[in-house]
T-cell receptor, first 111, second 115 residues
Framework: SQQGEEDPQALSIQEGENATMNCSYK?????LQWYRQNSGRGLVHLIL?????REKHSGRLRVTLDTSKKSSSLLITASRAADTASYFC???????????FGKGTMLLVSP | ETGVTQTPRHLVMGMTNKKSLKCEQH?????MYWYKQSAKKPLELMFV???????ENNSVPSRFSPECPNSSHLFLHLHTLQPEDSALYLC??????????????FGPGTRLTVT
């Protein structure tokens, strides 16, 4: 069954703007991960945040996790055209790496 | 991306054919995964192997048969597929499938079309 649900489904912004994507899930988790996928290609891991963490940073990426609300957000600051891709959250209920993915947010960054 | 490779990149097969997808990881990982990505559906986990043993099978039809001869190689054998099996098949690996959670590294995928 689908666990993560991203919002919005699509997001269109200009270069330099920030992009925020949200993920909601239904059951308790061990960790939550964000991935990026360029059109029709493999996924690239961005950030893993564990259930006892509230925020994590990696370069221009910031991920927050609110386990009480069962939600996470991914913020990309100062976006670039190269950030154009689909972004997926994936939940890991047990920590045994059996990930359940959402349908993703398609981000378009225009020059 | 040289960490996880997949061959072939594109495959067209008839419903009566038998073919195999190959995945190889060069990362020294112990766990490998097969996923199916169909249009307008979430990425679906099909199989998980940890140290060459299958630890997860998400109710996948028997026309898909995985094989993991060692921790670096993973195959997906296909036979008598249906048109609805057309999809992007992604292989991934992670350090382990243990109880601490690890990020997964994906290959570029095989685009399968069943005619």
């Amino acid at each position: 069954s689908q666990q993560g649900e991203e919002d919005p489904q699509a997001l269109s912004i200009q270069e330099g703007e920030n992009a925020t994507m949200n993920c909601s899930y239904k059951t308790s988790i061990n960790n939550l991960q964000w991935y990026r996928q360029n059109s029709g290609r493999g996924l690239v891991h961005l950030i893993l945040i564990r259930s006892n963490e509230r925020e994590k940073h990696s370069g221009r990426l910031r991920v927050t996790l609110d386990t009480s609300k069962k939600s996470s957000s991914l913020l990309i600051t100062a976006s670039r055209a190269a950030d154009t891709a689909s972004y997926f959250c994936a939940t890991d209920p047990s920590g045994y790496s059996t990930l359940t993915f959402g349908k993703g947010t398609m981000l378009l960054v225009s020059p | 991306e040289t960490g996880v490779t997949q061959t072939p990149r594109h495959l067209v097969m008839g419903m009566t054919n038998k073919k195999s997808l190959k995945c190889e990881q060069h990362l020294g990982h112990n766990a490998m995964y097969w996923y199916k990505q169909s249009a307008k559906k979430p990425l679906e986990l099909m199989f998980v192997y940890s140290l060459e043993e299958r630890v997860e099978n998400n109710s996948v039809p028997s026309r898909f048969s995985p094989e993991c001869p060692n921790s670096s190689h993973l195959f997906l054998h296909l036979h008598t597929l249906q048109p609805e099996d057309s999809a992007l098949y992604l292989c991934a690996s992670s350090q382990d499938a243990g109880a601490t959670g690890y990020e997964q590294y994906f290959g570029p995928g095989t685009r399968l079309t069943v005619t």
